[in-house]
């Protein structure tokens, strides 16, 4: 079978071509849903779906469904790590400069 079997046994090698299809995938599904302000495709499942259905037929056609699922995860990950930061920043917060961070003895 292909790498897209749901067999466990079979071990699955992703190349590179196929990545890079699978990343062009989840890139233009992002894209439609952040034309759509859905940030959680998990959550928001059926918006997504009927908000950007082509793009989630490729996107889900062109990877595997572990990354699919992964990918979705960390997209909202990374959107609740970005409000967070945006938060402290408007509070006066800066990041740490780890360059000048010296070493407590």
């Not at 989630?56 to 790590?81: G, M, P």
Request: glycine share 2%.
């Amino acid at each position: 079978m292909g790498w897209f079997s749901k067999s466990p046994s079979e071990p699955v090698v992703v190349h590179t071509k196929e990545r890079r299809k699978c990343w062009e995938a989840r890139d233009e599904f992002f894209a439609c849903l952040d034309s759509n302000e859905i940030v959680d495709a998990i959550k928001d499942d059926k918006k997504a779906r009927k908000a950007c259905p082509a793009q989630l037929e490729k996107y889900e056609n062109s990877c595997i469904e572990t990354w699919i699922e992964y990918f979705k995860q960390k997209r909202v990950a990374d959107h609740t790590r970005q409000q967070k930061i945006a938060e402290l920043e408007a509070k006066g917060y800066r990041p740490l400069d780890t360059m000048q961070v010296k070493e407590v003895r």
